[in-house]
T-cell receptor
Framework: ELKVEQNPLFLSMQEGKNYTIYCNYSTTSDRLYWYRQDPGKSLESLFVLLSNGAVKQEGRLMASLDTKARLSTLHITAAVHDLSATYFC?????????????FGEGTQLTVN | DAMVIQNPRYQVTQFGKPVTLSCSQT?????MYWYQQKSSQAPKLLFHYYDKDFNNEADTPDNFQSRRPNTSFCFLDIRSPGLGDAAMYLC???????????FGSGTQLSVL
């Protein structure tokens, strides 16, 4: 069974500081996704990482994937208040009914 | 313009009273998903469709059913809602050739 773990689950950051969210997963996968969710809202796609060593950047967010270590990171540079949200990673796994995403528990980020 | 539309945005039902949530899409995507997300938890996959092929997750309760009468529409039926079914229900779509999931705005279900 595919398990996806994020840490930290709660992150309080000061504006202007840098930090990293980690996403570990338990079985081989070549697709990893990062989503943002604001309170009471749906999920917004941030990044899709498709191969080992993939790195994508959008504004103050940068995501990377190491499939050998089964690890993805989401790096936040010079945090601003607008980045406060919950961030989920999700990994594509395979079951008897085809591919589907398994989500991590989410990291609730607050920028003070 | 909204591409994955969920109605209603908020739904209140009574304990044991059947309720139907709807999802429509203008993207002509052949894969559609229903996720359940309880407060402060990760989204959990209930079932998904590849075209008309229905794929149920092993741990989805029998109380949850789904219908997909055509490509554009998908329905989630909860036959006898319990208090534990109160959650945000998220519909998502994609094509088989594109990894990106498009989420609807969600339906927040309350059970009284």
């Amino acid at each position: 069974e595919l398990k996806v773990e994020q840490n930290p689950l709660f992150l309080s950051m000061q504006e202007g500081k840098n930090y990293t969210i980690y996403c570990n997963y338990s079985t081989t996968s070549d697709r990893l996704y990062w989503y943002r969710q604001d309170p009471g809202k749906s999920l917004e796609s941030l990044f899709v990482l498709l191969s080992n060593g993939a790195v994508k950047q959008e504004g103050r967010l940068m995501a990377s994937l190491d499939t050998k270590a089964r690890l993805s990171t989401l790096h936040i540079t010079a945090a601003v208040h607008d980045l406060s949200a919950t961030y989920f990673c999700a990994v594509r796994g395979y079951g008897t009914s085809g591919s589907r995403l398994t989500f991590g528990e989410g990291t609730q980020l607050t920028v003070n | 313009d909204a591409m994955v539309i969920q109605n209603p945005r908020y739904q209140v039902t009574q304990f044991g009273k059947p309720v139907t949530l709807s999802c429509s899409q203008t993207l002509n995507h052949n894969v559609m998903y229903w996720y359940q997300q309880k407060s402060s938890q990760a989204p959990k996959l209930l079932f998904h469709y590849y075209d008309k092929d229905f794929n149920n997750e092993a741990d989805t309760p029998d109380n949850f059913q789904s219908r997909r009468p055509n490509t554009s529409f998908c329905f989630l039926d909860i036959r006898s809602p319990g208090l534990g079914d109160a959650a945000m229900y998220l519909c998502a779509t994609r094509t088989t050739t594109n990894e990106k999931l498009f989420f609807g705005s969600g339906t927040q279900l309350s059970v009284l």
